[in-house]
């Protein structure tokens, strides 16, 4: 997982953005906001960003804000609040269309979570064992990632989808 200091690296380097401490805290997800103050005054003093009075590019506040100056250096990756906007997506769309897959399937009472549901179906012989495995798995996932705010690495995200993709593989019999 990266480092806050790298998170904070890859913002400023990858999108070439000026922009404040509060928002970069946000961006980066690196909290408290002391330690994004602390970071890029080091990162600062190492010639590696500029801080100056300006006008962030994110809030457009008056601030103290902070640009990257050498972007080659660092991770040619793309930012990766990008990649967990995209994700956050991907992966609401998985979960609701697993939703949707079971009420197919049967339609339980509204309100049931999606919890009961697995459990319940799978119980009543709709959905095999190892179909209902992948779908805890998708379920519990999404939670990991979409209330704990927990960093999936690619590789956790692979498994996720393919997961996904057993799932409609059974579904599609
Ligand atoms: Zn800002």
């Known amino acids: 997982m990266p480092t806050a200091k790298e998170r904070i690296l890859e913002i400023l380097a990858a999108d070439k953005i000026a922009i404040c401490d509060d928002c970069l805290s946000k961006l980066a997800q690196v909290t408290p906001r002391q330690q994004v103050n602390q970071i890029c005054r080091l990162l600062r003093d190492a010639k590696t960003i500029e801080r100056f009075s300006g006008t962030c590019e994110k809030c457009g506040k008056p601030k103290l804000i902070n640009k990257g100056l050498i972007a080659a250096s660092v991770s040619p990756k793309k930012p990766t609040v990008a990649v967990a906007s995209n994700l956050d997506k991907r992966i609401n769309d998985i ?9 197919k399937i049967k339609a339980l009472p509204r309100g049931t979570s999606l919890n009961d549901y697995i459990h319940q179906l799978s119980r009543d012989g709709y959905v095999p064992n190892h ?30 989808e393919a997961s996904w993709v057993a799932i409609q593989e059974w579904a599609q019999k």
């Open 95 to 103: 979960h609701y269309e697993l939703e949707q897959l079971l009420r």
């Open 131 to 160: 179909i209902a495995t992948l779908m805890h798995a998708v379920r519990r996932l999404r939670n990991d990632f979409a209330k704990e705010r927990v960093n999936f690495t690619n590789a956790v995200v692979a498994a996720l």
